[in-house]
């Protein structure tokens, strides 16, 4: 029961990056896998490793890094890629997560203040305003998987 409520209160101070915040000095395989895992922490059911990031790049979800450097765009899409592969299966996100720079930085300014909404919403039944901006899809997907983090919350022994 501890942990539960340790949780929640992870929850409640949980806060995704904004686009701007996220490096743009070129992070390296491993200080990416960190950088990712550190920042979804607090909702216990999202990783990524190192390996997923390799295969994300080869099965072409994330362009590949330039002098094995990932720049802001290509992180922006492996927090999206970690965080809806919870909901979607890997051949589904190629058709949801964007390639091009200016397309996955449209897509992750739209997602994280509707995931962390969704995420009050669900865990503390705030309402949360709906983003029109952001396609039905990619709705469906981030409630799915805010669902997931909030039911492995109630098994936290």
Do not use: H, W
Not at 126 to 131: M, N, R
């Amino acid at each position: 029961m501890k942990k539960e409520m340790r949780r929640k209160a992870d929850i409640e101070g949980f806060r995704l990056p904004t686009y701007t915040e996220i490096p743009d000095v070129g992070l390296f395989l491993d200080q990416v896998s960190k950088y990712i895992s550190m920042s979804l922490y607090p909702l216990g059911n999202i990783t990524c490793t190192s390996s997923m990031i390799s295969n994300y790049v080869k099965k072409g979800l994330v362009r590949n890094p330039v002098r094995k450097q990932y720049d802001r765009s290509q992180i922006a899409a492996l927090f999206l890629i970690s965080i809806y592969k919870n909901s979607v299966i890997l051949e589904d996100l190629v058709k949801i997560v964007p390639k091009e720079s200016d397309l996955v930085e449209k897509q992750y300014r739209q997602f994280a203040p509707y995931y962390e909404a969704k995420l009050r919403e669900i865990f503390f039944k705030e309402a949360a305003e709906s983003d029109a901006d952001l396609p039905e899809l990619l709705q469906t997907v981030v409630t799915s998987s805010v669902y997931k983090t909030y039911i492995d919350s109630c098994f936290v022994e």
